[in-house]
Nanobody, 120 residues
Framework: QVQLVESGGGLVQPGGSLRLSCAASGAGSGIYIMGWYRQFPGKQRELVATMTNLRYTDIADSVKGRFAISRDDAKNTVYLQMNSLKPDDSAVYFC??????????????WGQGTQVTVSS
């Protein structure tokens, strides 16, 4: 059973930094893609950043130059370094993992979400 455990959310002042971590247990060595999405109240979940096992990245325009994604495959962990945070970044951040299965199937897993609040 794959479980994602997120950490690192919280309250930070505008211009500050936070680092989110997400460790995937029970995933083995088949993780294809790892990343982060966020959800604002009353809105659909949206992409923040993802990274494949070949290090291809997809980063939302709204966070380019401020956020950076990285992953440690030995630990099955993905990180999101968030700098120059703005109040508009306040949201629940969800870890996402996609694991390849036979016949090109991709299984999707989500963390429970961690709140990030940017406020003075």
């Amino acid at each position: 059973q794959v479980q994602l455990v997120e950490s690192g959310g919280g309250l930070v002042q505008p211009g500050g930094s936070l680092r989110l971590s997400c460790a995937a247990s029970g995933a083995g060595s088949g993780i294809y893609i790892m990343g982060w999405y966020r959800q604002f109240p009353g809105k659909q979940r949206e992409l923040v950043a993802t990274m494949t096992n070949l290090r291809y990245t997809d980063i939302a325009d709204s966070v380019k130059g401020r956020f950076a994604i990285s992953r440690d495959d030995a630990k099955n962990t993905v990180y999101l370094q968030m700098n120059s945070l703005k109040p508009d970044d306040s949201a629940v951040y969800f870890c996402y993992v996609g694991i390849t299965q036979p016949l090109s199937r991709l299984d999707h897993y989500w963390g429970q979400g961690t709140q990030v609040t940017v406020s003075s």
